[in-house]
C-alpha cells in the first residue's frame, strides 16, 4: 500500500501530466477502496465518524425551531423510506436524509473541520455515507471509504479552488467544495462507472451554492443549511449520473470551468494531486463557535486557569488575531462568530455551548460588561500562516491593573495539538446524551469501534432513532 499520492496517480495513470483535472479526480474516486486506507486512516476515520454522530445528535432535537421544521418537513415530504431521519422515529429518501441530517450536522458548529481548506467536509459526507450504505445494504467497510473518500474530495477540491478566493466572493467554502464530496460518498456507494462520474463532477458543479449571507441570519438557520445543500446536491447528482443524466463532462477544464466561476485567480489545481490524507488533518472542535475563535479561547481558558482568576477579576480582553481573517469574527452579528460574544462566555461559564449560541447571554449582566470590555485587534504579522493556521494571541488586563498575555498557534483538537482518543469519547457522550440515554450512546461507541467488520448499518440506524 503506497502514499495517498501513489494511490491517486496510480488510477489516474500518465494521462495526469495533460493536467486532464476532471478525468483525472474522476479516476481517483471510481478507483478508490477499502483496500486503499491504511490501518491508521482507519481509525481516524471512525473518530472522526463518532465525533460526527455526537455534534448531530443533539442538533436532531425538535426543541430547536430550525431541527423541527427539517424534521417536519421530511415526515410531510414522505417518500420511500429509504433512510434515517436521525434523531427521529420515521425513515425518507436518501435524498431529503442528506439534506436534513447534512445540516444537523453543521448547526451546533462542534464537528471536526479542516483548517487549511476552510471547511467542514464530515457535516456533509458522513450523513450522505449513512443515508446510502443504509438504502443500500452496504456494510462498516463501505461506510468508512465512503465517508473518507468524500472527506478527501471535499478538501481537494476547497484546495485547488483557494478557500481565501471563496470566502472573499462571498461563497462558503463548505457548501461550494463539499458537493463534490457528497458526490463522492454516494457515487462511490453507487459504484458509478468512469463516464458516470464525469456526469456526478458536472453535475455537482451545476448545484454547487451556499453563499456567507447566513452572517445575518441570528436563527442560525440558514448557517447549517448550506452543508445540507451540498450533500443533498451532490447526492442527487451521482443518483442522476447513475440513471443515465448527463452533466458536464469537464467541469474542471476549459470554457466555462468551475475555476472561472468561483474563484479570483488563486487557485491551484495541483491540489488534486496531493498527498496528505484529507481525514487524518481534521481538527476535533471543542467549542460550539467558529474555529476560527478556538486558538483564542484556549489561550483565554488557560490564563484563567494558570493564574486563578474569576470573571470579575477580569476589566478587559484583547484578542489579536490575523487581519485576512478579523472580520469574520471581529462584532459579528451572528454569535456563533463573534469573538468578543464568545470570549465573554467562556470567562463567565469556562466553555461555549450551542444554547449559548441560540440564546443571547447578554442579558447576564457580567457577560454583557466582559462583552463590551473585548475587542479584536488586526495582526499583519499573524497573517504569516493564516489560513492554514488561526494564530492568536489574548491579552487579559485585570481589575487590579494586571496583565496576562498568551499566545495560542494551534486549538486544542487540531492535528498539531490532538485531543486523545478517550478525550473525543468523552466529547461524544456529552453531547450525544442530551439526546440518547447514556446506554444507547455506549452501544454506538460499541458499534463505531467494530464497524469494519459489520456486514450492515441497520444496527447503527436504529440506535440513532429516537423515539
Known amino acids: 500500500m503506497g502514499s495517498n499520492e501513489e494511490i491517486f496517480m496510480n488510477h489516474i495513470g500518465e494521462q495526469s501530466i495533460e493536467k486532464d483535472y476532471t478525468k483525472s479526480l474522476a479516476q481517483y474516486i471510481g478507483g478508490f477502496s477499502y483496500e486503499d486506507m491504511p490501518p491508521e486512516v482507519v481509525a481516524r476515520a471512525k473518530i472522526i465518524l463518532l465525533d460526527t454522530l455526537g455534534a448531530i445528535l443533539p442538533a436532531s432535537d425538535p426543541a430547536y425551531p430550525g431541527s423541527r ?34 445540516t444537523f450536522g453543521y448547526a451546533f458548529d462542534i464537528e471536526p473541520h479542516h483548517v487549511a481548506a476552510v471547511l467542514h467536509p464530515a457535516a ?41 478566493d471563496l470566502y472573499g466572493r462571498g461563497f462558503h467554502p463548505t457548501s461550494i467544495a463539499c458537493t463534490f464530496g457528497a458526490a463522492a460518498s454516494a457515487g462511490h456507494l453507487l459504484q458509478l462507472k468512469e463516464d458516470q462520474w464525469l456526469n456526478a463532477l458536472g ?117 489579536r488575531y490575523p487581519r485576512a481573517g478579523a472580520h469574520m469574527i471581529d462584532n459579528n ?56 493556521q488561526y494564530e492568536s494571541i489574548v491579552t487579559v488586563t485585570t481589575t487590579d491593573g494586571r496583565s496576562f498575555e498568551k499566545h495560542s498557534g494551534w486549538a486544542k483538537g487540531t492535528v498539531q495539538n490532538p485531543m486523545t482518543e478517550n478525550e473525543v ?26 464497524c469494519e467488520a459489520l456486514e450492515d448499518v441497520e444496527g447503527l440506524m436504529a440506535l440513532l432513532r429516537v423515539v
Open 69 to 102: 421544521a427539517l424534521i417536519e418537513m421530511a415526515r410531510m415530504l414522505g417518500g420511500e423510506p429509504q433512510s434515517t431521519i436521525i434523531g427521529s422515529d420515521f425513515k425518507t429518501s436518501s435524498i431529503n436524509a442528506c439534506l436534513v441530517n447534512g
Open 124 to 164: 456533509v459526507c458522513i450523513p450522505v455515507a449513512l443515508a446510502f450504505t443504509e438504502w443500500k445494504k452496504r456494510g462498516g467497510k463501505d461506510l468508512l471509504s465512503a465517508l473518507t473518500l468524500g472527506i478527501e474530495v471535499s478538501c481537494r477540491v476547497s484546495m485547488a479552488l483557494n478557500p481565501r
Open 203 to 319: 453535475l455537482s458543479g451545476n448545484q454547487a451554492s451556499g453563499l456567507l449571507a447566513w452572517a445575518k441570519d441570528h436563527t442560525e438557520n440558514s448557517r447549517p443549511l448550506n452543508p445540507g445543500l451540498a450533500a443533498r446536491n451532490g447526492a442527487t447528482a451521482s443518483l442522476l449520473a447513475k440513471l443515465g443524466f448527463g452533466g458536464p463532462p469537464n467541469i474542471f477544464d476549459g470554457k466555462y470551468d468551475f475555476f472561472s466561476a468561483f474563484s479570483s485567480g488563486g487557485q491551484n489545481p495541483e491540489h488534486f494531486f496531493r498527498d496528505e490524507w484529507a481525514v487524518q488533518e481534521l481538527a476535533i472542535k471543542q467549542y460550539s463557535s467558529c474555529s476560527f475563535t478556538h486558538p483564542g479561547l484556549d489561550a483565554l481558558l488557560e490564563i484563567i486557569e494558570e493564574h486563578g482568576l474569576v470573571s470579575k477579576n477580569i476589566a478587559k480582553i484583547d484578542l
Open 333 to 388: 452579528e451572528l454569535r456563533s462568530h463573534c469573538a468578543q460574544y464568545v470570549f465573554a462566555v467562556a470567562a463567565v461559564t469556562g466553555q461555549v455551548l450551542f444554547d449559548d449560541i441560540l440564546t443571547d447571554r447578554r442579558d447576564d449582566p457580567e457577560i454583557k460588561r466582559l462583552f463590551e470590555n473585548a475587542s479584536l485587534i488586526p495582526d499583519d504579522i499573524l497573517d504569516r500562516t493564516y489560513p492554514d
Open 425 to 450: 469519547e468523552d466529547k461524544f457522550f456529552k453531547l450525544s446524551t442530551r439526546r440518547i440515554p447514556v446506554e444507547q450512546a455506549e452501544q454506538i461507541r460499541s458499534w463505531v469501534a467494530t
